[in-house]
């Protein structure tokens, strides 16, 4: 991945965010967790990401944590 595809990779986020399968992580006083894993393809090949979210407590919108390749496939 490189800069030049940081649009798409937020496009893809904000897709997996509405229509992919959450996991449920940890509960908190913070919130609750989630992680999505997605695959993601670029110029630079295909990779699985996982990315994690918190929905904090008293709101309704999740927002995102983190974002990181857990294995790349050539």
């Known amino acids: 991945m490189r ?7 937020r496009a893809k986020l904000l897709e997996v965010a509405q229509t992919g399968e959450a996991n449920l992580g940890e509960r908190d006083a913070y919130g609750k967790r989630y992680t999505l894993d997605f695959t993601m393809v670029t110029r630079a090949g295909r990779a699985t990401l996982r990315s994690g979210w918190i929905v904090i407590r008293g709101k309704k919108e999740p927002r995102l944590t983190t974002c990181y390749v857990v294995k790349r496939k050539r």
């Not at 800069?3 to 990779?9: F, G, I, W």
């Open 3 to 9: 800069a030049v595809d940081a649009a798409k990779l």
